[in-house]
């Protein structure tokens, strides 16, 4: 993806490869949340999503997520310092 730098060029950058639809999108130092319809390559969203915030905040994190039948994706990036 190109250079990322705000939630409206995530949000861009996602729409326009056709990954999904972003519904929701809260970042915080603490963590990150976010949730997209009609996701498609969904592991791939997830890592752009965990390296976005990576890159944002200089911190490694983990990752918990989950995919409904209906291909809507749920996302929790989170510092390791606070998993």
């Known amino acids: ?8 060029d995530f949000r861009s950058q996602l729409a ?3 990954l999904g639809n972003l519904k929701q999108l809260e970042m915080k130092r603490k963590g990150m ?3 997209l319809e009609n996701v498609e390559l969904p592991l791939m969203v997830i ?3 965990q390296g976005f915030f990576e890159i944002s905040f ?3 994190t ?3 997520w989950e995919l409904s039948e ?3 994706l749920e996302v929790e990036v989170k510092p390791i310092l606070y998993a």
């Open 16 to 18: 326009l490869r056709g």
């Open 33 to 35: 949340s976010m949730r």
């Open 58 to 60: 200089g911190v490694d």
């Open 47 to 49: 890592g752009q999503a």
């Open 1 to 8: 993806m190109d250079d990322i730098t705000d939630e409206g």
């Open 62 to 64: 983990t990752v918990d």
């Open 70 to 72: 209906e291909r809507d």
